[in-house]
T-cell receptor, first 113, second 115 residues
């Protein structure tokens, strides 16, 4: 079985500051890992995904995430927050090439001017 | 091009009533998924279609829930005898093919409220 834990349901950062969203997973098989973003009244949008290639994954909008097997983590970062980054972020896991995504509870990011 | 669309965007019903939620996937996408997102939680898998057939309905909570995709495109999620605990946002996603290599594109969801 696969599961995801996102540490911190709310994160508040200043514009221009580092954004760090934490995700830890458990998986009985090598996982594929994803970060999705959800803006108000919109569908989930894929930010990036790890599929057992490079451990540092770059995504859209300046986000990146690093897969650390020893720590079972897949934390999401962005060096400099922008007001438009205010949204809810979800980490998800699935077994190798499976279709069934298991999501974390989400982290809401607010950006202070 | 058009993304995944879902109708209605909001549905309010009374306990015990029947509801239908519709999903229009991206044209040409053979795989379609339904998820349910309860307040304060991440989406939870309900059912997956490959073409017209339900390949995996293991996430449906009970037999009050049923989904169809008769022509391999539009899908309808049907909930009988609704209960207050069914209140949630129901998300639909589609992908070109099945498997996590294929990005799932999500619709905006239908917010269901059962009074």
């Amino acid at each position: 079985a696969q599961s995801v834990t996102q540490l911190g349901s709310h994160v508040s950062v200043s514009e221009g500051a580092l954004v760090l969203l934490r995700c830890n997973y458990s998986s009985s098989v090598p996982p594929y890992l994803f970060w999705y973003v959800q803006y108000p009244n919109q569908g989930l949008q894929l930010l990036l995904k790890y599929t057992s290639a490079a451990t540092l994954v770059k995504g859209i909008n300046g986000f990146e995430a690093e897969f650390k097997k020893s720590e079972t983590s897949f934390h999401l970062t962005k060096p400099s927050a922008h007001m438009s980054d205010a949204a809810e972020y979800f980490c998800a896991v699935t077994p190798n090439n499976d279709y069934k995504l298991s999501f974390g509870a989400g982290t809401t990011v607010t950006v202070r001017a | 091009g058009a993304g995944v669309s879902q109708t209605p965007s909001n549905k309010v019903t009374e306990k015990g009533k029947y509801v239908e939620l519709r999903c229009d996937p991206i044209s040409g996408h053979t795989a379609l998924y339904w998820y349910r997102q309860s307040l304060g939680q991440g989406p939870e898998f309900l059912i997956y279609f490959q073409g017209t057939g339900a390949a995996d309905d293991s996430g449906l909570p009970n037999d009050r829930f049923f989904a169809v995709r008769p022509e391999g495109s539009v899908s309808t999620l049907k909930i009988q005898r609704t209960e207050r605990g069914d209140s949630a946002v129901y998300l639909c996603a589609s992908s070109l093919n099945q498997g996590s290599y294929n990005e799932q594109f999500f619709g905006p969801g239908t917010r269901l409220t059962v009074l």
